[in-house]
């Protein structure tokens, strides 16, 4: 059974950090491209950043120069460090995992972890 677990996310002031992680299991992890999204209330899931088996990234445009991703693969697990956080920020984040080299949409990936919330005070 193959599972994704976030963790991190909490309420935090603008201007300030924070590091979310996602565990993985069920699944050969380094041979996966993982995905971040994130999805503000009444609004679709949208691509923050993606990193893949040969450590390539993406980021959207927004978040570039303020989050950075990287994996672990002797732990299975992804990470976002986010940093210079704004109020638009603001979103529950989901971590997903692709057999794909890489994606930014979501139909592309084939796990989903069930998200952590971010809140950035403003």
């Known amino acids: 059974q193959v599972q994704l677990v976030e963790s991190g996310g909490r309420l935090v002031q603008a201007g300030g950090s924070l590091r979310l992680s996602c565990v993985v299991s069920?699944?050969?992890?380094?041979?996966?491209?993982m995905g971040w999204f994130r999805q503000a209330p009444g609004k679709e899931r949208k691509f923050v950043a993606t990193i893949n088996w040969t450590d390539n990234t993406y980021y959207t445009d927004s978040v570039k120069g303020r989050f950075t991703v990287s994996r672990d693969n002797a732990k299975n697990t992804v990470s976002l460090q986010m940093n210079s956080l704004k109020h638009e920020d603001t979103a529950v984040y989901y971590c997903?995992?692709?057999?794909?080299?890489?994606?930014?949409?979501?139909?592309?990936?084939?796990?989903w972890g069930p998200g952590t919330q971010v809140t950035v005070s403003s």
């Open positions: 997903a995992a692709s057999r794909r080299p890489y994606g930014s949409l979501p139909s592309l990936y084939d796990y």
């Open positions: 069920g699944l050969t992890f380094r041979s996966y491209t």
